[in-house]
C-alpha cells in the first residue's frame, strides 16, 4: 500500500520569515513528511495571506520587515485559532512571553534543530485538533474553587475575583492540571504530559514561560505566590491564597 499523502489531505503550512534559506530548509525537510508548504517573506503579506487562506499552522518570525511578528500574531488573532509556532532570533524572555500573551501556541529559539521544529509543529497541531471540552469525562461539568479563582473544565472558562481571564489554551490545561493537582506538586514532564500529549523525549523550558505568563495573568509574583508555587528542583504547586499555609 502506498504511503503518499493525497495532495488533497496535505496539512498547509505558513512560513512567515523574511530569512529565505531558513524557509527553503523548512520546505525542503517538512514536505516529504506530506506538509504543503508556503512562505512569505514580510510582515503586512504575512497578515494578509495567514488570513486570506485556511492553514493548518503558521511559523511565524518575531522580527520581519514591515511589521513585527507579535502585530502579524494580533492579526491574526482576530479571526483564527490556527496553531502558531514563533521562531525567535533574540531569545529574550519578555519577547517570548508577549508571544505566548498574544496567543502563540509555542515558541523555538532560531538555534533550533529541524527535528525539534517538526516535533513541535506536530504538538501544536495535535492539540489544536483536540475538542476544546476534551478531557477526563467526569471533569467536564466540574468546577474548582480555589480563593478567588474558579476554574470551569467544560466551558473553559477562568475567572478571578469576579473577572473572566483572557488565557490561551495552553494557559488554561496548565492551570486546569494544576488545579487538579492542587497541594501536589506537578513536575515540568508531567505538566508538559497533560498538556502537549507528548510522547517524544524532549528537554523543555518553554513550561516556564507559559507559567510566567501565566503567573502574570493571576496578579501573581514568583517571590510571593498567591496561586503558583515553585518548588526548586521538583516542579510547580498550586495553593490556596485564603489558606493559612506555610
Known amino acids: 500500500m502506498s504511503s503518499v499523502v493525497s495532495p488533497s489531505h496535505r496539512p498547509r503550512l505558513l512560513v512567515i520569515d523574511d ?54 500574531l494580533k492579526v491574526i488573532r482576530r479571526t483564527s485559532d490556527v496553531p502558531v509556532l514563533m521562531l525567535t532570533a533574540r531569545g529574550d524572555e519578555a519577547d517570548r512571553i508577549v508571544g505566548l500573551e498574544m496567543g502563540a501556541d509555542d515558541y523555538l529559539p532560531k538555534t533550533f534543530s529541524i527535528r525539534e521544529l517538526l516535533a513541535r509543529l506536530r504538538a501544536v497541531m495535535r492539540r489544536s485538533s483536540r475538542a476544546p471540552s476534551q478531557g477526563p469525562a467526569s471533569d467536564a461539568g466540574l468546577e474548582w474553587v480555589v480563593g478567588p479563582l474558579r476554574v470551569h473544565a467544560g466551558s473553559r472558562v477562568a475567572v478571578l475575583d469576579h473577572r473572566p481571564l483572557a488565557l490561551t489554551p495552553v494557559e488554561f490545561d496548565l492551570l486546569l492540571s494544576l488545579v487538579r493537582a492542587k497541594g501536589r506538586v506537578k513536575s515540568r514532564d508531567q505538566l508538559l504530559e497533560e498538556i502537549r500529549e507528548r510522547n517524544y523525549e524532549v528537554f523543555d523550558r518553554s513550561i516556564d514561560v507559559h507559567i510566567s505568563a501565566l503567573r502574570k495573568k493571576l496578579g501573581d509574583d514568583s517571590k510571593t505566590p498567591r496561586f503558583i508555587r515553585t518548588v526548586r528542583a521538583a516542579g510547580y504547586l498550586l495553593i490556596d491564597p485564603d489558606a493559612d499555609l506555610p
Open 19 to 72: 530569512d529565505r534559506k531558513l524557509c527553503r530548509l523548512i520546505a525542503e525537510y517538512l514536505e516529504p513528511y506530506g506538509y504543503e508548504v508556503t512562505s512569505v517573506h514580510t510582515g503586512p503579506e504575512g497578515a494578509e495571506t495567514a488570513t486570506a487562506q485556511a492553514w493548518q499552522a503558521v511559523i511565524l518570525d518575531l522580527m520581519l520587515p514591515g511589521m513585527d511578528g507579535i502585530e502579524v
